[in-house]
């Protein structure tokens, strides 16, 4: 079985031993760095396949890096990892780009969990496609690969989690898709914390789709949302 290329960024050396170790029991192949310095030469020399990434590091915080990281790796997975518990930090993690976050301490099953979670999402779904290739959305463009999402000659990036809503509403447009279908395929788990960030989530899109009026984000109470694109 091939092993899974994991980039991991830690600067506390007893914790990334712990961790290391554990993942490579579990067939990944793990290339640890702990300085946010060296991360972006790392990732070019290593091509992982997913990045685990703290957020307070030494000379270069995890959020400036994820950002970089996003540009030169649209489809890469991140899992940012951090004694930050403020909810303004989670949104953060995610607006520069992750697609998870997990609070220290943490379990090395749930790490795994997680990990094998977003790696189902990813794979093979950019191996045939254009990162060019846009998707019609009314007066939009839709770039998937790009997290960008367009109209006339504005351009708005998106972060990962708007990126995998907007693609499960676009497949499912003049269709309803129930919420805990969403928050399994984008958050893993439909746990409260996780749905009010759902409706957090999808006033974003409304917003951000409000200059074509034909579009709408329907709420069906108790089910979930309807993508209407006239």
């Not at 004694?83 to 993690?93: F, H, I, M, P």
């Not at 951000?208 to 309807?226: F, M, Q, S």
């Amino acid at each position: 079985m091939q092993k899974v290329k994991l980039l991991y960024v830690e600067d506390e050396p007893f914790l990334g031993k712990i961790v290391r170790e554990s993942l490579e029991s579990r067939h990944f192949e793990v290339h640890m760095v702990d300085d946010g310095a060296q991360v972006l030469s790392a990732l070019e020399r290593f091509q992982p396949d997913i990045c685990v990434l703290d957020v307070m590091l030494p000379n270069r915080d995890g959020f400036s890096l994820a950002e970089e990281i996003r540009r030169k790796k649209p489809a890469l997975p991140i899992v940012f990892v951090t004694a930050k518990t403020q909810t303004e930090d989670v949104l953060r993690g995610f607006a520069t780009g992750g697609n998870d976050y997990l609070r220290k301490p943490f379990s090395m099953e749930e790490l795994i969990v997680r990990l094998h979670n977003l790696l189902a999402l990813t794979q093979n779904k950019t191996a045939d496609q254009d990162p060019n290739q846009a998707v019609s959305i009314g007066k939009y463009e839709f770039l998937p690969l790009k997290y960008e999402l367009r109209i006339g000659e504005s351009t708005r990036k998106l972060s990962a989690r708007e990126a995998d809503l907007l693609k499960i509403l676009v497949k499912n447009r003049n269709f309803t898709v129930a919420r805990k279908d969403i928050l399994l395929q984008v958050w893993g788990d439909d746990h409260f914390f996780n749905s009010r960030n759902l409706d957090v989530y999808i006033t974003k899109i409304r917003d951000y789709l409000r200059d074509d009026p034909a579009i709408e984000i329907i709420t069906i109470k108790g089910v979930g949302y309807h993508f209407v694109v006239g």
